[in-house]
């Protein structure tokens, strides 16, 4: 099956510099990937998705790289400010198949 | 987060008793979901509902029941449950049931089964 699985189980940033958490994946087929973000008493919320077909995309503040040469993928946050502070969770999917979620990464941003 | 709702937020209960989880999303979604979330475990998918209609039970235990009655609302059924069973329920709605369709999550419920 799956695995969805992340290099770190947490990261703290200074806040202003930039956060990069990463991504393995292990289903090379998967061709849709999505971040989402958890906050302390809520629900995950979506970030950003990417699909398979392109390397980069660019939100706000937020990037989501793709490298599907070694199946991994990292979400790039600019300038990272204290209400970043949460779990980030990375998913993949086949386009219409059910999301399969990675443990998470606590990010911590020291003010 | 007022596009999907979960009542309770939280819940204690004994091994001997029934409740119910409710959800509801005021999205215009066709389909609904319910996880569990334990601590350092990935979301674990329990059921999907399309149009009403289930469409995956990933391997739950029947002491978790779900009812569908509308694209809207969607419950968790409760009974003789076991501590492990403690974690944070989380539901979610999207469009229909794919995985490129944005799932929006509510708040959860946390369960303490004692």
């Known amino acids: 099956g799956e695995s969805v699985g992340l290099h770190l189980p947490t990261l703290s940033v200074q806040e202003g510099d930039n956060s990069i958490i990463n991504c393995a994946y292990s289903n090379s087929a998967s061709d849709y990937f999505i971040w989402y973000k958890q906050e302390s008493g809520k629900g995950p919320q979506f970030i950003i998705d990417?699909?398979?077909?392109?390397d980069k995309r660019q939100g706000q503040r937020v990037t989501v790289l793709l490298n599907k040469t070694v199946k991994h993928l990292s979400l790039q946050i600019a300038a990272t400010q204290p209400g970043d502070s949460a779990v980030y969770f990375c998913?993949?999917?086949?386009?219409?198949?059910?999301?399969?979620f990675g443990t998470g990464t606590r990010l911590t941003v020291i003010p | 987060e007022t596009g999907v709702t979960q009542t309770p937020r939280h819940l204690v209960m004994g091994m001997t008793n029934k409740k119910s989880l409710k959800c509801e999303q005021h999205?215009?979604?066709?389909?609904m979901y319910w996880y569990k979330q334990s601590a350092k475990k990935p979301l674990e998918l329990m059921f999907v509902?399309?149009?009403?209609?289930?469409?995956e039970n990933n391997s739950v235990p029947s002491r978790f029941s779900p009812e569908c009655p509308n694209s809207s609302h969607l419950f968790l059924h409760l009974h003789t449950l076991q501590p492990e069973d403690s974690a944070l329920y989380l539901c979610a709605s999207s469009q229909e049931n794919r995985g490129a369709d944005t799932q929006y999550f509510g708040p959860g419920t946390r369960l303490t089964v004692l």
């Open positions: 998913a993949e999917t086949l386009w219409a198949n059910n999301l399969f």
């Open positions: 509902y399309n149009f009403k209609e289930q469409t």
């Open positions: 990417i699909r398979s077909n392109m």
């Open positions: 999205l215009g979604h066709n389909a």
